[in-house]
């Protein structure tokens, strides 16, 4: 039996579609799995100034707040609990994906977008933004290792007791000048510890 021209048509057509449906699903799953790798946490944090016996540590927090990603200085209240008191916030439009601080300015560098930058001062306006990752950050973040039974070795000998707590944390800086003080970042939650 001969194919029309018509059959063929319709058959290459077929063809087509079903490798357009295809490769959308390929190009659409391979964008969901980077999203997922690239999963930036709830939490973030750069401790701004580290806390001594006549000055309290002031940080800065990015986070959610009801569905909306905001910007926060604090000030660790030492005189009352450790009372977190804002000192500056700022609604972001896009969520954080990661914060450093910037070594040149008292600020911090902070990406929005995947090629959007922003340096925000410690007031928290914008002072200057960029489309590539700046060069001259450093971050506040220590290294550390999680034992069995929730103790964190952080260098220098130092070791946190977070047996009530039953997820690794994110992040670890210390806020006291002695380390005998450490902010620890979890993926909603932020704590404070002190070292043993």
């Not at 799953?29 to 690239?38: A, R």
């Not at 939490?43 to 940080?59: C, W």
């Not at 969520?95 to 929005?112: C, D, F, P, R, Y």
Request: charged share 25%; net charge neutral.
């Amino acid at each position: 039996m001969q194919e029309s021209n018509r059959e063929k048509f319709l058959r290459y057509l077929l063809i087509g579609l079903c490798m357009l449906v295809v490769l959308g699903g390929f190009i659409y799953s391979s964008d969901s799995s980077e999203k997922v790798d690239g999963k930036t946490p709830s939490i973030q944090a750069e401790v701004l100034s580290v806390g001594s016996e006549t000055k309290n540590p002031v940080i800065a927090v990015a986070k959610m707040v009801k569905e909306q990603p905001v910007l926060v200085i604090y000030e660790l209240d030492r005189n009352n609990q450790y009372y977190f008191k804002v000192l500056h916030s700022v609604s972001l439009h896009n969520k954080v994906k990661t914060m450093s601080l910037a070594k040149e300015h008292n600020g911090i560098w902070v990406q929005l977008e995947k090629r959007k930058w922003a340096l925000f001062s410690d007031s928290l306006e914008v002072v200057k933004e960029r489309k590539d990752a700046p060069s001259d950050v450093t971050t506040s973040r220590n290294p550390f290792l999680q034992e069995k039974g929730g103790i964190i070795s952080l260098p220098g000998s130092i070791r946190l007791d977070l047996s009530g707590k039953s997820v690794e944390p994110n992040e670890i800086h210390s806020i006291s000048e002695d380390d005998s003080l450490w902010m620890v970042v979890f993926e909603k939650d932020l704590v404070l510890a002190k070292s043993q």
